[in-house]
């Protein structure tokens, strides 16, 4: 079921309408709206992981099955009642107690169709709040050096660089490095800069 929430409508007169939801099953169109966003995300070079957009049903089948892991939640972004992006937020498998308060923000963008409207941002902050009401501390996160403004909003949102590795991906037989990220969700240990 999506979990919708009004308060978290957004519209300014003559703005579009955005907001986020977790979502526990897929309605209507919004597992198509959720493949569509992602394609367009991944040819924009955004892919989480995909180079280019895999089939529809290899994409489709990714979406269910992460609503099937017991330690996922899938956030949406919407534009105007349209699926414009993702999140997740994984948490630790329950028998990790040394990890029990570390978490995983994952497989976030926002469709180029739907940049600028403030969606990343909110949907981190939804990833956030979710962690936190969970009882999570700490999250992490990775992202390749070429998506600049997804790094530049989790600097700006808190997030600290506490490495990097030169060979995070490989990509026309270039590699690529990717950035560690985390944030301590309490502000009470935050990662030197």
Request: charged share 25%; net charge negative.
């Amino acid at each position: 079921m999506s979990a919708r929430n009004e308060r978290d409508v957004i519209q300014e007169p003559g703005q579009a309408a955005v907001m986020v939801e977790r979502v526990t099953e897929f309605l209507g169109p919004d597992l198509h709206d959720l493949c569509d966003a992602a394609e367009a995300a991944i040819s924009d070079g955004g892919g989480f992981g995909w180079l280019k957009p895999p089939p529809r049903h290899v994409m489709e089948t990714y979406w269910k099955g992460v609503l099937l892991v017991p330690e996922r939640d899938l956030f949406v972004a919407r534009l105007e009642r349209t699926v414009a992006g993702s999140a997740q937020l994984v948490r630790p498998p329950r028998y990790n107690e040394a990890q029990a308060t570390v978490g995983h923000l994952t497989t976030s963008f926002i469709a180029p169709w739907a940049r600028g409207h403030g969606l990343a941002r909110m949907v981190v902050q939804e990833v956030e709040d979710a962690a936190r009401a969970a009882g999570l501390r700490i999250l992490n996160l990775d992202v390749r050096e070429t998506q600049e403004a997804a790094i530049k909003l989790y600097e700006t949102m808190g997030y600290r660089r506490w490495g990097t590795h030169p060979h995070y991906a490989l990509i026309e037989g270039r590699w690529h490095a990717g950035h560690y990220f985390c944030k301590d969700l309490n502000g009470e240990n935050p990662v030197p800069a």
